[in-house]
């Protein structure tokens, strides 16, 4: 005898109601709490780009960043949607949130991409795009960082000399071959800790971190000798620069200490070689 028993499914809705009665009271505050503030987190970001692009309508890739606003802004939508679910099988809303912040997603991709190579080519504001070195208001910052457990410390002001006459004789391009290959000098003789910054033009600083006055000396005597090196510039000429050197010592006032060896920098370039200057 052949017994045949009939398997009954629910119905997929009912179903969902099921998966749903099976967490906790608990378990669903606590989710629908942490989703919140997940999505409030993803509301603020997204908030906060659309008031930029709004704000400053002459901003460069202002669609990207309205592109990346909306998307944050969806997937703070997103865990909202999930909260539903948590008590409601509404997992057709869910569905829907998640369908639109892909699309959006994707459309911010496919704007990113093509602008990769404009962004890439956005100068950094701490680096001087010419030399490579830190720029002045990096060299403030980094002194900030740097030199706060510092005991002690050598500021050296340098201005080039001769500089002019390299633009004028082999125009603006080998100028700037120099200006690179001075700042490479300047970097090959300082430390991990040190600083190499360009202040402009044809100015560069040194700051040396735990440097006593004599090793400020010596480093000013090195970077002379290495910027007095000729510099191949096109067509196997070369090119010759000096350089003028202040030494200051920094006890905690860098400003103070920049200008103290600027002004050595000028007595010795109105002939005074001695590089020391107090603060």
């Keep these: 005898r052949h017994v045949h028993r009939a398997i009954v499914r629910p119905p997929a809705k009912s179903k969902q109601r099921e998966v749903c009665g099976l967490l906790s009271f608990e378990v669903k505050l606590v989710r629908t709490l942490t989703r919140t503030l997940a999505a409030l987190a993803y509301f603020a970001i997204g908030t906060t780009l659309a008031i930029l692009v709004r704000r400053r309508r002459d901003l460069p890739f202002g669609v990207l960043f309205a592109l990346s606003g909306a998307f944050i802004f969806l997937c703070g939508l997103t865990h909202l949607a999930s909260i539903l679910v948590v008590w409601q099988p509404m997992y057709w809303t869910e569905g829907i949130v998640k369908a639109v912040t892909a699309i959006v997603s994707v459309a911010t991709a496919a704007v990113a991409i093509p602008s990769m190579p404009r962004i890439m080519r956005i100068p950094n504001p701490l680096v001087d795009p010419l030399t490579g070195v830190a720029t002045r208001g990096a060299l403030f910052e980094s002194v900030q960082k740097k030199l706060t457990s510092a005991r002690s410390a050598m500021v050296l002001y340098i201005d080039l000399d001769g500089f002019k006459d390299v633009n004028d004789r082999f125009g603006h391009a ?41 090793a400020g000396e010596r480093i000013a005597a090195e970077a002379r000798a290495a910027l007095a090196a000729p510099v191949v510039v096109n067509d196997g000429r070369t090119a010759r620069i000096g350089a003028s ?30 590089p020391n200057a107090p603060v």
């Design 174 to 214: 080998c100028g700037d071959l120099v200006l690179r290959e001075a700042a490479r000098r300047l970097s090959a003789l300082v430390g991990p800790r040190d600083i190499v910054a360009r202040l402009g033009g044809d100015e560069f600083a040194l700051v040396l971190a735990d440097a006593s006055a004599a």
């Design 245 to 274: 050197i202040g030494v200051a010592r920094f006890d905690g006032d860098f400003d103070a200490a920049l200008r103290a060896a600027d002004r050595a920098m000028y007595a010795a370039k109105q002939g005074d070689r001695t």
